[in-house]
Each structure stands twice: as structure tokens, then as C-alpha cells.
């Protein structure tokens, strides 16, 4: 996610929370698989490594630097 961020954006995201969303997104992803496995019955594969980056996409585009542009270009 974090590399599919830097490629494919030029957006800034703020330093400080990147650790954070690095840390927080495998825990999500860990607490979705223990959820499936015991109420819906259903083990995760090699689906888990693209919610993990979607996650992480997500989570670097809600804490991106907002800039205001006072000149329209």
C-alpha cells in the first residue's frame, strides 16, 4: 500500500502518522482474520496482503498534508 501510494501519487502525507498506519494496518488485518475464521467460517489467503495495502492506502490518504492554494493555476 505504502509503495503503491509513493508510485501512482504525489500526494504528502503527514510523518508522524505513517508509523502509526504502518503498525495499525496488520493489526486490523489480523483482527478481520480472527473475525472470519470463528463467525463466518472462512480463512484468509493471499486476498489478506491486498486488504492489508488497501488499508494502508487508505489510511495515508485520510492523514494527507491539506494545502491551500490561494492562486488557482
Same mark, same amino acid.
Given at each position: 500500500? +505504502?509503495?503503491?501510494?509513493? =508510485?501512482?501519487? &504525489? =500526494?504528502?502525507?503527514?510523518?508522524?502518522?505513517?508509523?502509526?498506519?504502518?503498525?495499525?494496518?496488520? *493489526? =486490523?488485518?489480523?483482527?478481520?482474520?480472527?473475525?472470519?475464521? &470463528?463467525?463466518?467460517?472462512?480463512?484468509?489467503?493471499?486476498?489478506?496482503?491486498?486488504?492489508?495495502? +488497501? =488499508?494502508?492506502?487508505?489510511? *495515508?490518504? *485520510?492523514?494527507? &498534508?491539506?494545502?491551500?492554494? *490561494?492562486?488557482?493555476?
Amino acid at each position: 500500500g +505504502m509503495f503503491t501510494f509513493g =508510485i501512482f501519487t &504525489k =500526494i504528502e502525507v503527514k510523518d508522524k502518522a505513517v508509523p502509526y498506519i504502518s503498525i495499525l494496518s496488520p *493489526l =486490523i488485518c489480523l483482527g478481520v482474520t480472527f473475525f472470519c475464521d &470463528k463467525a463466518l467460517n472462512y480463512e484468509f489467503g493471499y486476498e489478506l496482503l491486498i486488504f492489508n495495502g +488497501m =488499508i494502508t492506502f487508505l489510511g *495515508l490518504y *485520510l492523514f494527507r &498534508k491539506k494545502s491551500i492554494d *490561494l492562486i488557482p493555476s
